[in-house]
């Protein structure tokens, strides 16, 4: 597709369910990021894959996150046991090898309710 | 480490008048920077960017930005608001040594309203 891609668009989940969140980004961009965008907190960095390389995820909060993306191109990620602090709305970029010379593409991100 | 620092929460202008969003960063080395909008309910859109070539940006519906490194702003503006301009603004910053250089690291925001 044109842009990047994420799904579902909302999700609303009971506290201590498991949540997946998938990103399909754009066609031939190796760099992608996760960012979760909160009530008052701003734009946090979550993990960022690029190309074949080990992924960073030193932004990850807990061990109750987790991330992967397949075949260099669709990512998923996992929240286990979701408290209601996870609630916020989770965005996607992906972006060119040299991404800051050219900015990144953000999905419209997945709002996700934890009840 | 690098960060970013948008002065103003919040900023309310009359349309047609001019619009100034400040920002400010902090970097180590030279950084690429930034500045996204987000309508409400709406994912981000790169509005325009700085990478080291010329140092006045244009991009986007009219916006555009001025880097100055003496002052290490990046301050956003455009000539007229319109109303579709209402919106949040983020100025980010990206580039630098080490690991995170590639992270993009986002202020935290400024909601611009435009009065009729």
């Known amino acids: 597709g044109a842009g990047v891609s994420q799904s579902p668009s909302n999700k609303v989940t009971e506290k201590g369910k498991d949540v997946e969140l998938r990103c399909d980004p754009i066609?031939?961009?190796?760099?992608l990021y996760w960012y979760r965008q909160s009530l008052g907190q701003g734009l946090e960095f979550l993990i960022y894959f690029q190309g074949n390389s080990a992924p960073d995820k030193s932004g990850l909060p807990s061990d109750r996150f987790s991330a992967e993306r397949t075949g260099g191109s669709v990512s998923t990620l996992t929240i286990q046991r979701t408290q209601q602090e996870d609630s916020a709305v989770y965005l996607c970029?992906?972006?060119?090898?040299?991404?800051?010379?050219?900015?990144?593409?953000f999905g419209s991100g997945t709002r996700l309710t934890v009840v | 480490a690098q960060s970013v620092t948008q002065l103003d929460s919040h900023v309310s202008v009359s349309e047609g008048t001019p619009v100034l969003l400040r920002c400010n960063y902090s970097?180590?080395?030279?950084?690429?920077l930034f500045w996204y909008v987000q309508h409400p309910n709406k994912g981000l859109q790169l509005l325009l960017k700085y990478t080291s070539a010329a140092t006045l940006v244009k991009g986007i519906n009219g916006f555009e930005a001025e880097f100055k490194k003496s002052e290490t702003s990046f301050h956003l503006t455009k000539p007229s608001a319109h109303m579709s301009d209402a919106a949040e603004y983020f100025c980010?910053?990206?580039?630098?040594?080490?690991?995170?250089?590639?992270?993009?690291?986002f202020g935290k925001g400024t909601k611009l309203s435009v009065i009729p």
């Open positions: 980010v910053v990206s580039g630098g040594s080490g690991a995170g250089s590639y992270q993009l690291t």
């Open positions: 970029a992906s972006g060119r090898p040299s991404g800051q010379n050219y900015g990144y593409t």
């Open positions: 970097s180590s080395y030279s950084p690429s």
């Open positions: 066609s031939g961009h190796t760099a």
